[in-house]
């Protein structure tokens, strides 16, 4: 069965302190892993997907990675507007199969 | 492009009750889901629909649950007989055939009492 961990479940910053957060995955065959953010009460706001080892994408302070096994999302100098819960879910590689997979997301908190 | 919308944003229901929802998909996605959150959690797929057709189904979905997207263009989830354990926040996303990446709606967030 397709499943998606993220650590750690929760993180405090201060502004400018730059760190990353972990997607580990196993999926039959991945399609693509998806990068999201949640605002409370809100939906996920889309932010990266990735479908190859090796893979990297930047958006302003974040930059995902992907390896076979797990993905990170790097944060370079956050700010306290960066803080909210971000998602990773992946994609499997199954014919007639679309749903995302995801992970308990890590609340993070960036402190002025 | 004025993203995907549900509605209503929020219901507050007995148990028993029946409730419907309403997800509006971005105009040209032919793709539509539905996924169910609770506090902590990521969502969880519940079912998903190609145009008119629904495609695949969670064992999430009891026999309560009910979806349809008549004219593959909106879609409704209904839940009969709510449960407290129903609550939660519904989701629904869409995209486009042959481009993976799902865009989610505000959330619909249900409270059975």
């Known amino acids: 069965e397709d499943q998606v961990t993220q650590s750690p479940e929760a993180l405090r910053l201060q502004e400018g302190e730059s760190s990353s957060l972990n997607c580990s995955y196993t999926v039959s065959g991945l399609r693509g892993l998806f990068w999201y953010r949640q605002d409370p009460g809100k939906g996920p706001e889309f932010l990266f997907t990735?479908?190859?080892a090796g893979e990297e994408k930047e958006k302003e302070r974040l930059k995902a990675t992907l390896t076979k096994k797990e993905s990170f999302l790097h944060i370079t100098a956050p700010k306290p507007e960066d803080s909210a819960t971000y998602l990773c879910a992946v994609q499997a590689r199954i014919q007639g199969a679309q749903k995302l997979v995801f992970g308990q997301g890590t609340r993070l908190t960036i402190n002025p | 492009d004025t993203g995907v919308s549900q509605d209503p944003r929020h219901k507050i229901t007995k148990r028993g009750q029946n409730v419907t929802f309403r997800c509006d998909p971005i105009s040209e996605h032919n793709r539509l889901y539905w996924y169910r959150q609770t506090l902590g959690q990521g969502p969880e797929f519940l079912t998903y629909f190609q145009n008119e057709a629904q495609l695949e189904k969670s064992r999430l979905l009891s026999d309560r649950f009910s979806a349809e997207r008549p004219k593959g263009s909106f879609s409704t989830l209904e839940i009969q007989r709510t449960e407290q354990g129903d609550s939660a926040m519904y989701l629904c996303a869409s995209s486009l055939a042959g481009l993976e990446t799902q865009y989610f709606g505000p959330g619909t967030r249900l409270l059975v009492l």
């Open positions: 990735l479908y190859s």
